[in-house]
């Protein structure tokens, strides 16, 4: 649902309660639902509202890399004829990617140059927490279109405008690629302006569909991931089989999740509870190419976002390929044990329990006897409701009921 502002919003009033609110943080905020929690959230984050971090802290060079990256570069055309060429007002449109770094800022030159002064151009950071409250950072923020209105604006030096944005999707990973922003004075704000921003990302999208794809580099030989059960991951490539660091296997398994890249940002916190650093993102990525590029023969990793070049799979990807297709049987045969047993890596929990939860369920919905004892005995010794169930089902001739009658009474006592 879009997030509009009303028509009757009082902008001198909105902007007595932002300050009011600077001085009474703890108070309710007689504002919008989504800009009072967006306030908090540029509070918490330690956003200055007089001075917010505006500046371009990339080269030339590096913007250059992060616009032919961005799949929203070859949409800019479109854009500026659905959203420039129309115009009724002044404005500027700005095309920022999924971290809310400005790419491209065009249109209405006076109020470009206006813009620039306050640090609203290309290269600039302009997510909720460099900028505070703004459409295209708090668009990205909610996964939601929005639109800010004068003194719902987290900084005070951009209480003169007002701006509509909407994140766009990659269609068919569904990933957030970036937002596409309007702004300019007080009709900005209009549910015409915001609709008209739906309307040209929904065109972007429809583009994005049906542009061709970078295909993966098949002149690379197959490579095989193992990762279950093993605390030393494996690389299989070409009947050899290479040792990679569980760091390696964790950002390999962050890249094969995303077809269409991550940012350095969402990489960070998919490989650690405390973010690391960018440095420390860059260089294992940077090792992990070397060490790539060593064993298949081609460039593998790409920059910007990141992202895999080259196909790949792991035998945790097998497991989950059988029970997609109803193969619960190959499902456990398949299955080593938990992904990176010793890893921590919050990607590598969540693709843990999600993959032990997953083929549980099947084993507990539809395995036969045999299926139920194997994932009791080898993966289950202590999940009391397996053990129930491979009793009940258990025929009284078994051999094997007494063993597991006498494993479940360990069970009960012990718990």
């Known amino acids: ?15 007595r309660e932002h300050e009011r609110w600077q001085t009474r943080p703890g108070a309710p905020a007689a504002v919008r639902p989504l800009v009072s929690d967006s306030w908090r959230r540029c509070r918490d984050a330690g956003v200055d509202p007089d001075h917010p971090t505006l500046d371009v802290d ?10 032919r990256a961005s799949p929203l570069t070859e949409s800019l055309p479109l854009l500026e004829r659905m959203l ?3 115009a009724d007002a002044p404005h500027v449109l700005a095309v920022s990617d999924a971290d809310g770094r400005l790419l491209h800022v065009s249109g209405d030159r006076a109020v470009r140059t206006r813009m620039d002064s306050l640090g609203f151009t290309a290269g600039a950071r302009w997510d909720e927490a460099h900028a505070g409250t703004n459409a295209p950072g708090t668009a990205l923020a909610l996964d939601s279109p929005v639109q800010i ?4 604006h987290w900084a005070t030096p951009v209480h003169a405008w007002s701006c509509s944005a909407a994140p766009v999707h990659d269609p068919l990973s569904g990933e957030v690629v970036g937002a596409v922003d309007l702004t300019g004075g007080p009709e900005v704000a209009s549910p ?3 609709a008209l921003v739906r309307a040209a990302v929904a065109a972007v999208e429809a583009d994005l569909l049906v542009r061709p794809r970078r295909a993966p580099d098949t002149s690379a030989p197959p490579a095989w991931l193992q990762v279950l059960g093993v605390e030393q991951p ?10 990679l660091t569980p ?18 940002d969402v990489l960070s916190e998919s490989l650690s509870q405390g973010r690391l650093s960018p440095v420390t993102v860059r260089a294992e990525v940077s090792r992990l190419r070397g060490v ?10 790409g920059t910007r976002p990141y992202r895999l070049l080259v196909p790949l799979r792991s035998d945790a990807d097998d497991v989950a390929a059988a029970l997609a297709r109803g193969a619960h049987r190959r499902a456990l045969e398949l299955y080593g044990g938990p992904v990176l047993p010793t890893s921590e890596a919050p990607v590598v929990t969540r693709t843990r329990l999600e993959l032990q939860g997953s083929l549980r369920g099947h084993v507990l919905r539809a395995g036969s006897t045999d299926t139920l004892w194997r994932w009791a005995s080898t993966q289950a010794p202590d999940d009391l409701e397996v053990w129930q169930r491979l009793l009940r089902e258990l025929p009284y001739g078994s051999p094997r009921r007494a063993q597991v009658a006498a494993h479940l009474a360990l069970l009960l006592a012990e718990g």
Do not use: K
């Not at 649902?1 to 009303?6: L, P, S």
């Not at 990339?58 to 616009?67: F, K, N, Y």
């Not at 760091?247 to 350095?264: D, K, P, Q, T």
């Open 1 to 15: 649902m879009h997030q509009a502002a009303t028509s009757d919003t009082d902008v001198a009033a909105t902007r």
């Open 58 to 67: 990339v080269d030339d060079g590096t913007l250059a890399e992060l616009r």
């Open 84 to 86: 420039l060429d129309t």
């Open 149 to 152: 209105l004068s003194g719902e």
């Open 192 to 194: 015409y302006a915001l």
């Open 234 to 243: 494996r690389l299989h490539v070409a009947g050899r089989v290479h040792t």
């Open 247 to 264: 760091r390696h296997a964790e950002i390999l398994l962050v890249l094969s999740g995303h077809e269409a890249g991550v940012s350095g």
């Open 292 to 301: 790539l590029r060593r064993l298949l023969g081609v460039e593998a990793v």
